[in-house]
């Protein structure tokens, strides 16, 4: 029988995982926001932080200006009927960042997720020996699950549990940087690693393909040491070499095999965002959750980053990009950096409450030079959960 700070863990990590599977309403994470709402009232007058407190007047500010602008005027704007929120986007990431930063989220509740991305890409990996994308098809869909032809791994991409390949490729991203957290011994890394690089190869996502090869690159440069050079210089010669005699191959699959680059229509979405933006420098939409029809679909913007812009106007995107500078650490970095890059070219965070937004505000809180080990290794020894 389960202890009872192991069942609060078990169901913790549920709730964080279950909403990323195809079909489950990902409105369960409202759980998530009123406990994160909860300890921000609870903790708001112990903040010591600088940082912490702006983002909180921000909030605060912001919070005024989306009820005032909805009860006067309704101003705002949303091109996909539904999508509009009572809640504006600030308060979202802030109950994000007060939830993140809580006991209730730590290595246990982590490493059940990282077994549940496991069994995940298991699937994924079951799909694509049959030569399937999916066992379960999303809702209001009518995607054809064979693979399609070319020879080509981006036709080959699979969902796993989830409703598009592009989020079992968040997961696994996910899954390689919160190994090397969570897990204490090194074969449980590697084991996990290869499994978080497998359902990568069966997603073939571009994006997290390059945070991970940036975490792996910071991992390197992190615990570099000088009688490892020769191997070093030995191992990079041979992966340049690789690359270079299967460079032709490499990038046919990385471009989809079109002779210029291929972006996936993201200049025509990052620029629709950008002019909205223009149009609404200072307040964005008026902190709403934003969605844009681009060529006729409703898409997001590809770029957590301009999204947000576009959302909250210039003012708010400074104070929380300020906030997160002052937040990372000479640890918290190793993190931090990949999935930043992941999101430039992906909407990965600042989406409110979800699933990698609460990795992302875990590491950047919560991983810290009082519970990282000196000897520059990832192996951690002891739990914590420290408040900011």
């Not at 989830?162 to 696994?172: F, I, M, R, T």
Request: aromatic share 16%; with cysteine.
């Amino acid at each position: 029988m389960l202890k009872k700070d192991k069942l609060t863990d078990l169901l913790i990590s549920l709730l964080l995982f279950v909403p990323t599977i195809v079909n489950v309403n990902n409105t369960l994470y409202v759980v998530f926001l009123a406990m994160g709402l909860y300890l921000f009232i609870k903790e708001s007058n112990a903040i010591k932080s600088q940082a912490v407190f702006l983002l909180i007047l921000s909030t605060f500010i912001t919070s005024i200006v989306f009820y005032v602008t909805f009860a006067v005027n309704n101003k705002y704007q949303d091109e996909v009927n539904g999508l509009s929120s009572f809640l504006p986007v600030p308060l979202s990431i802030l109950a994000c960042f007060f939830i993140s930063k809580s006991k209730y989220i730590n290595k246990n509740v982590f490493r059940f997720v990282a077994l549940y991305i496991s069994a995940e890409v298991f699937v994924g990996v079951v799909e694509y020996a049959l030569g399937v994308s999916h066992f379960i098809t999303p809702t209001g869909t009518n995607i054809d699950s064979t693979f399609g032809d070319g020879g080509l791994l981006y036709y080959s991409r699979v969902f796993g549990l989830s409703s598009n390949s592009s989020v079992l490729a968040l997961k696994c991203v996910s899954l390689i940087l919160i190994s090397y957290w969570a897990f204490d011994r090194k074969y449980t890394k590697v084991i996990f690693s290869i499994i978080g690089i497998c359902g990568l190869y069966i997603t073939l996502n571009r994006s997290g393909i390059f945070a991970v090869i940036l975490f792996y690159l910071l991992m390197y440069f992190r615990s570099f040491k000088v009688k490892y050079l020769f191997v070093s210089l030995v191992s990079v010669a041979v992966i340049a070499t690789l690359i270079y005699l299967n460079f032709d191959s490499i990038f046919n699959q990385l471009n989809r095999g079109k002779d210029t680059l291929d972006i996936s229509g993201r200049d025509e979405i990052i620029k629709r965002y950008f002019d909205f933006f223009l149009e609404n420098p200072l307040l964005g939409n008026n902190y709403h959750v934003l969605r844009l029809l681009v060529l006729g679909r409703p898409y997001h913007s590809h770029n957590s980053f301009m999204h947000i812009l576009a959302e909250t106007g210039f003012l708010y995107f400074m104070i929380l990009i300020w906030v997160i500078i002052k937040l990372i650490n000479k640890h918290n970095y190793l993190f931090i950096l990949p999935i930043m890059l992941y999101s430039m070219t992906q909407y990965g965070i600042f989406w409110g409450v979800s699933f990698l937004d609460i990795i992302f505000f875990y590491f950047l809180t919560q991983v810290n030079e009082s519970n990282f080990p000196s000897d520059n290794k990832i192996l951690i020894k002891s739990s914590a959960n420290l408040k900011t």
